[in-house]
C-alpha cells in the first residue's frame, strides 16, 4: 500500500514530525508540504495522512480548504489526522475546527502531536504571541508545549497495521 503524508509546515515542527512518521512506517511514503509542493493524485495512494499547526485555534487555510475541495476522494481511502498544538487538551477542538466531520469519523487514526516554539524562526507577530502564551503558561502553572513523539509512533503502529 501507498501512503501520502499531506501537511503545512510554518517553522518547522510540523516537517520534522512528519519526518519523524514517515520514518516509522512501513512501505512507500511521499510527503507533501501543501505550502510548496505540488499535490499528486490521490488516485496513486491508498492511505492519505493530513495534518498541520495550529495557530490561534486553526490550522493552516490550504489544510483546511484541501480537505473541503477533495471530499469525496478522500472519503474513499484510508485516512488519519494530525495537529500539531501545544495543547493537548483542546485538541480536540482542534480536530473539530480544521477537518470536515464526516473525515474525521471515516479516520482510521487522530493524533496530536504537540508542539514546540522556535522564536528564532518566527515573524515579529508570533514572537509576540509566543510571549504571550508563555507568560500565560506560566501564571496558570499550564505545562510548557512539548513534541509528543509517542503520538507521532502511535499514529505509525496504527497505519501499519492497514497495510
Known sequence: MKTL???ASTYGFTKDCVQMLRDNLTGKTDLVNINKDKLPSLD?????????????????????????INLDALKSKQLGFFVCCGSDQHAGDY?????PEILLEK???????GGEMRPGQMNFFHKF???????NEAQNNTPPMKPLTENIIKMASVINQLT
Open 129 to 135: 504571541i509566543t510571549k504571550m502564551v508563555a507568560k
Open 107 to 113: 479516520a482510521s487514526v487522530v493524533e496530536n502531536f
Open 5 to 7: 503524508i499531506i501537511y
Open 95 to 99: 480536530f473539530k475546527n480544521s477537518f
Open 44 to 68: 496513486d495512494f491508498d492511505i492519505i495522512l493530513i495534518g498541520g499547526s495550529i495557530y490561534m485555534g486553526q490550522i493552516q487555510k490550504k489544510i483546511k480548504k484541501y480537505c473541503l
